[in-house]
C-alpha cells in the first residue's frame, strides 16, 4: 500500500452516463498525477496538478474529461458522455519534493 | 514514432539468469528518467532511478546514455518474484510536469 488511495475501484457503467473518481494522495504530497491505461500499455499521462493549479493536461483528454483539485488535496476526473473507448484502468498518483510517483490502486472502468 | 519504445517481450529465462532491457526515448529535453515494475493488474511501482553515472541496487543496474536517447536494466540472478512488466519513464522538462511511460516489457522467470 503506497499510501494513495482511489475510489471506486471498479466502475460499470452505460455507454452516455457521467462517472467521477476520487483520488486521495499521500497528504504531504503536493503534485498529483492522473493517467489512463488499457490492456498491453503503459500508463497514458492525462493530466497534472501542483496543489490546486492544473499545469498540465494531454491532448488525450477531450472536452469530456475534467479533473479539479479544488483544496489542493483530494483531486476528482469526472469523464461526461462516457464512451466505449473510455473503457481503463485510470491511476493517479502522487509526489513530493523527490521524482518518485506512487501510485494508488487505480480505478477500473467498464463502460458497455 | 513513439516517444518512448520498448521491447514487449516476453522474455522468457530460467531462474538464475542475467536478462537485459532497452529502452529509447525520442525528446531530447527529457530530464529524469526511472525504471517502474508492474505486476499484473496492479499499480506500477518504482524499481529505481537512473541516472547518467549508472547506478546499481542489488541485482538490479540500470543505465542512461543521452547522447543515443538509450536506457538499459540489467537483472542478475533472476528469481521468480522478477517476474513483471518492466516500464521504462521518463519525465519531460524539469518538475516532471509531462511523464511518458513505455509499453513496457514482459518477464517470466522460470523454475
Known amino acids: 500500500d503506497t499510501g494513495v488511495s482511489q475510489d471506486p475501484r471498479h466502475k460499470i457503467t452505460k455507454r452516455g452516463q457521467n462517472v467521477t473518481f476520487r483520488c486521495d494522495p499521500i497528504s504531504e504530497h503536493n503534485r498529483l498525477y492522473w493517467y489512463r491505461q488499457t490492456l498491453g500499455q503503459g500508463p497514458e499521462f492525462l493530466t497534472y496538478?501542483?496543489?490546486?493549479?492544473?499545469?498540465?493536461k494531454s491532448r488525450l483528454l477531450s472536452d469530456r474529461f475534467s479533473a479539479e483539485r479544488p483544496k489542493g488535496s483530494f483531486s476528482t476526473l469526472e469523464i461526461q458522455r462516457t464512451e466505449q473507448g473510455d473503457s481503463a484502468m485510470y491511476l493517479c498518483a502522487s509526489r513530493g519534493r523527490s521524482d518518485t510517483q506512487y501510485f494508488g490502486p487505480g480505478t477500473r472502468l467498464t463502460v458497455l | 514514432r513513439k516517444e518512448v519504445e520498448q521491447d514487449p517481450g516476453p522474455f522468457n529465462v530460467p531462474e538464475g539468469a542475467t536478462v537485459a532491457f532497452n529502452c529509447t526515448y525520442s525528446n531530447s529535453a527529457s530530464q529524469s528518467f526511472f525504471w517502474y515494475r508492474q505486476d499484473c493488474r496492479k499499480e506500477p511501482k518504482l524499481l529505481m532511478s537512473v541516472y547518467s553515472s549508472g547506478n546499481e541496487d542489488g541485482r538490479f543496474t540500470a543505465q542512461l546514455n543521452r547522447a543515443s536517447q538509450y536506457i538499459s536494466l540489467l537483472i542478475r540472478d533472476s528469481k521468480l518474484s522478477d517476474s513483471a512488466t518492466y516500464l521504462c519513464v521518463v519525465n519531460l522538462g524539469t518538475g516532471g510536469f509531462k511523464t511518458i511511460f513505455g509499453a513496457g516489457t514482459r518477464l517470466f522467470v522460470k523454475a
Open positions: 496538478f501542483q496543489n490546486e493549479a492544473q499545469l498540465e
